[in-house]
Nanobody, 122 residues
Framework: VQLVESGGGLVQAGGSLRLSCVAS????????MGWFRQAPGKEREFVAA????????YYANSVKGRFTISRDNAKNTVYLQMNSLQARDTAVYYC????????????????WGRGTQVTVSS
C-alpha cells in the first residue's frame, strides 16, 4: 500500500487546513487509517484515527474539538480537517494504514506516507 499526503502549507494562527491522504495498491476499506505528526526535535505523536467504515473516530486530547478525520472509501482517501490552528500544531503530518484487527487506534500501522509540512505562524 502506498500513501501520499497533500494539503499542507503555511497558515496563520486561527486558520484552517485540510489534509488529504490517497492510498493505492491495496484494498483501502480493509484498513483503519490514522494521522500522526512530528515536530522538530520531538517524537512522532498520534493525532487522529478512523475505522475502516468511518463509523468510529478517535482523537488525541490536544486536537479534540478542532480537528476532524474522515474518509471516502470510494476515493481511497482519508482527510484531516484542521481548524483553529495554533503554533504548536506545526509539524510534519503523516498518514498511516493499519489492517483491520490491528491495535487500533494508536498502534498497528503497517504503511506510512512521506508526510506533508504544516506550519502555523503566530
Amino acid at each position: 500500500v502506498q500513501l501520499v499526503e497533500s494539503g499542507g502549507g503555511l497558515v496563520q494562527a486561527g486558520g484552517s487546513l485540510r489534509l488529504s491522504c490517497v492510498a493505492s495498491g491495496g484494498t483501502f476499506s480493509s484498513y483503519y487509517m490514522g494521522w500522526f505528526r512530528q515536530a522538530p526535535g520531538k517524537e512522532r505523536e498520534f493525532v487522529a484515527a478512523i475505522t475502516w467504515s468511518g463509523g468510529s473516530t478517535y482523537y488525541a486530547n490536544s486536537v479534540k474539538g478542532r480537528f476532524t478525520i474522515s474518509r471516502d472509501n470510494a476515493k481511497n482517501t482519508v482527510y484531516l480537517q484542521m481548524n483553529s490552528l495554533q503554533a504548536r500544531d506545526t509539524a510534519v503530518y503523516y498518514c498511516g494504514a493499519g489492517r483491520t484487527g490491528g491495535d487500533y487506534p494508536e498502534r498497528g500501522y503497517m504503511y506510512w506516507g512521506r508526510g506533508t509540512q504544516v506550519t502555523v505562524s503566530s
